[in-house]
C-alpha cells in the first residue's frame, strides 16, 4: 500500500527568511523592508530617496539574497521535529519556488539543521509540481503546506483532492495576512498544526516528539 505524502513550501514555513532578507536589503543595499501593510512586493523603498523598489528589481535581489546569504536563514520552530515524526508514517518533499540553480544549496542548507528530504524547486505556481509528484509517489492522501495564497489556488484547481494548510511563520506578516481562501485550514505553528496532518494524512504519531528540545 502507497504511504502518504506531505509536501512542503519552505520560505517562511521550515525556514525563516523576510526578517534576514530585510536586514540583508538595509546593510547591502541601503534599502529599508517595511511589512505594515502585509505585502511583500510593496515593502522596499531606498533610503536615500524613499523610492520604491519595483516588481522588476525585487527578482534579482531575491535571488541574489540566496545565492549568498541562505546562511542567515533560521529554522522555523517545532519544523524539524514535526517533520521527523511524520517522516516514519509519510513521504515528505519539500516544494521551493526557487530557480533550479539553488537546489544543492536549498538541500544543504536544510541538511545542516537536521531536515533531510528531497526538495524539488519550482518557478510560477505549485499546482502543476503537486500534480506530478502525486503522479510519480501514487500516495494514500496527501496534505500541502504552503504560506502563499496563490499556491494554494493553484493547488486546488490541480490537485483538489490534496488537503491545504495555510502557514506563515513570520508574526509580521501572519498578524496581517489573512488565511488563504482555497485552503483547508490557516495554523501557523507546526506543533499545533502536527495533528491536523496527521489526521489528513491517516497516520497516527503517537508518542513522537513534535516539539524542540527545551520549548
Not at 536589503?25 to 502585509?38: K, P, S, V
Not at 545542516?112 to 524547486?121: F, M
Request: proline letters at 7%.
Amino acid at each position: 500500500m502507497s504511504r502518504p505524502l506531505l509536501i512542503t513550501d519552505c520560505d517562511e514555513v521550515l525556514l525563516h527568511m523576510v526578517s534576514h532578507f530585510g536586514a540583508w536589503l538595509g546593510e547591502a543595499h541601503a534599502i529599508d523592508f517595511d511589512l505594515t501593510n502585509g505585502e511583500f512586493s510593496t515593502a522596499m523603498r531606498r533610503r536615500a530617496c524613499g523610492s520604491a523598489v519595483t516588481r522588476d528589481e525585487m527578482w534579482p535581489l531575491l535571488d541574489g539574497f540566496f545565492h549568498t546569504e541562505m546562511h542567515r536563514q533560521t529554522p522555523v520552530p517545532h519544523a524539524r521535529e514535526t517533520l521527523a515524526a511524520f517522516a516514519d508514517h509519510a513521504d515528505i518533499v519539500v516544494l521551493t519556488n526557487l530557480a533550479d540553480h539553488h537546489q544543492p544549496g536549498r538541500a544543504r542548507q536544510l541538511e545542516a539543521i537536521g531536515i533531510r528530504h528531497r526538495v524539488v524547486c519550482n518557478q510560477g505556481g505549485k499546482g502543476d509540481p503537486v500534480a506530478r509528484l502525486l503522479d510519480e509517489y501514487g500516495p494514500s492522501r496527501a496534505v500541502f503546506v504552503d504560506d502563499l495564497a496563490v499556491h494554494h489556488e493553484s493547488v486546488a484547481r490541480r490537485a483538489p483532492q490534496v488537503a491545504r494548510l495555510h502557514m506563515i511563520a513570520e508574526p509580521r506578516l501572519a498578524a496581517r495576512v489573512p488565511p488563504a481562501p482555497h485552503a483547508d485550514a490557516r495554523i501557523d505553528c507546526w506543533r499545533t498544526a502536527a495533528p491536523w496532518i496527521a489526521e489528513r494524512l491517516g497516520v497516527d504519531l503517537g508518542a513522537a516528539a513534535v516539539v524542540e528540545p527545551g520549548a
